[in-house]
Structures are given as C-alpha cells and as structure tokens.
C-alpha cells in the first residue's frame, strides 16, 4: 500500500460497531449478573425473616412458660387461683406502663415537624420574593 493505511486493521466504523457491541453484551451481563446477587440476597433475606419469625415465636412460648413457672411457684405459698391472679395483676401492671409510656412516645411524634415546616415557609418567603424582585 502506497497510500499509509493498512488493510489489516479494522476501519474506524467497524471498530465503533464492535464497542457498541461489547458494550450492550457487557451492559446485558452485567444486569443478569445483579438479577442473580438479588435473588441471591432474597434467599437470605428470606431465611434469615423466616428464622427471626421462628425465634420470635420461640422467645413468646418461653415468656407464658416463665409465666407459668411463677404462678407453680407462688402456689407454693398461696392458693393456685391467688398465685395466678397475683401474677395476671403483676403482667395487667406492665402492660398498663407500656402502654402509657407508649403513647407518651406516640405523642411526641403527633404534632408536624415545626422546623422542617418553618424552614419551607422560609424559602417560599424567599423564592417568592425573589420572583416578585424580577417582575
């Protein structure tokens, strides 16, 4: 060849056809790659819920055994129906804290977010301000 160029290697065009090629072939494989971690990570995710689930429950069984445990061992010293009803009023009790402190909690998140509500009161001020400057 006289004129410089060589035949053996590809022409500017074909070499931007191959890497818009490559491309969509990595971006395709690179999506497949993160479907198959998700459902990978869903399978866990799955499992571990599934587990919690289980030990939740687990956990609620050993409570009403405790629960039971204490009104045997007050029957010991008082009459069954006694023991258990010292031990309904001793659970009535707690309840009745946690669900006072509750509500105090819930309570404190009623009202709106005052700074957050004063904040955009101020840019509107602000933004509308400025808007009627320009006019």
Do not use: C, Y
Request: net charge negative.
């Amino acid at each position: 060849m006289t004129d410089g160029t060589r035949r053996d290697e590809p022409s500017t065009q074909e070499l931007i056809s191959r890497m818009s090629e490559q491309t969509s072939r990595l971006v395709r494989d690179e999506v497949r790659l993160g479907i198959a971690e998700l459902k990978e990570k869903g399978k866990h995710a799955g499992v571990g819920a599934g587990l919690f689930s289980t030990a939740g429950l687990l956990g609620f069984f050993a409570l009403a055994t405790l629960i039971a445990a204490a009104v045997l061992a007050l029957d010991l010293v008082v009459p069954a129906w006694a023991a258990a009803l010292i031990v309904a009023a001793v659970l009535l009790l707690l309840a009745g804290i946690a669900a006072w402190t509750g509500k105090s909690e819930v309570d404190k998140a009623k009202p709106p977010p005052e700074r957050t509500i004063e904040n955009v009161k101020r840019d509107v001020d602000e933004l509308t301000g400025r808007v009627n400057h320009a006019e």
